[in-house]
């Protein structure tokens, strides 16, 4: 099994004892995987379930967790005297070799940098001007079926929103899932789920169909990690940029 190194994983855990292979990898117990939820408002919440060290504890991580959102929200004002949102760790769980965090975002671009991943979430129209090739995708309905829509997607760019996103995770949006890439199966109105295994594949990518534009190693070279030798083992988690999953939904 490919273990699939998590950009979260370089902001939460790169000097923590945090295994790196996802829960994504068996997806068959829904309850028991990592999820990014949206609201209407563009705040994201990311439940966030990985495997731990036997002796690793809830506070341990906490306080890492903690101490790299102080890192990223100091950098950010440093760089820019701006920020892209708030950062919060809701909650943090220890139990059985496996951890439960959930992670608030004020933002998709504070979730993007900290997690030094590709995450985007608007209208079809602003995902386009951003680089995004959400009409040179395959889309699938809600039956799996495949959707020749290009020309509804281009109709609709200004009043459907996408979220699109690198990382094999299930999704819940705030309103009626449309149409996803090959990746997701629609699960109910406001989910789907990652199909599973998909996420080992030997090319590398994350199951996603291929994307131009903004997927630059730029653009997800976020500061979350710390500085001397946390900063060093965070590179090796940078994205590999190329492979994205598109959900669309009104």
């Known amino acids: 099994m ?70 990223a929200g100091e950098s950010a004002s440093a760089s820019s005297g701006t920020s892209d949102g708030t950062i919060s760790l809701k909650s943090c769980k220890v139990s059985g070799g496996k951890a439960t965090i959930v992670m608030e975002y004020g933002s998709y671009q504070a979730y993007e940098k900290f997690n030094r991943t590709v995450c ?64 997701m199966d629609v699960t109910g109105r406001l989910t789907a789920s990652w199909k599973g295994n998909t996420a080992d594949s030997s090319d590398g990518g994350t199951g996603g169909e291929s994307v131009s534009g903004s997927v630059s190693s730029s653009s997800s070279g976020g500061s979350a990690a710390g500085s001397g030798d946390g900063e060093d083992a965070a590179e090796a988690f940078l994205p590999e940029t190329g492979a994205l999953t598109y959900v669309i939904f009104k």
């Open 2 to 71: 490919r273990k699939i190194r998590g950009r979260r994983i370089a902001a939460l855990a790169s000097s923590l004892v945090l295994a790196c292979s996802l829960s994504a990898c068996g997806l068959s117990n829904q309850s028991d995987v990592t999820t990014l939820a949206t609201d209407e408002n563009g705040k994201l919440t990311h439940t966030i379930i990985e495997s731990v060290g036997e002796s690793d504890t809830a506070k341990e991580l906490s306080d890492f967790i903690e101490n790299q959102i102080g890192s």
């Open 120 to 183: 985007f979430l608007g209208t079809i129209r602003d995902a386009q001007s951003a680089g995004y090739d959400v009409t040179g995708q395959t889309f699938y309905d809600e039956n799996g079926t495949a959707a020749g829509n290009q020309k509804e997607i281009t109709q609709r760019a200004n009043e459907w929103n996408v979220l699109i996103f690198e990382e094999p995770m299930n999704v819940r949006v705030p309103d009626k899932i449309l149409y996803t890439t090959s990746a």
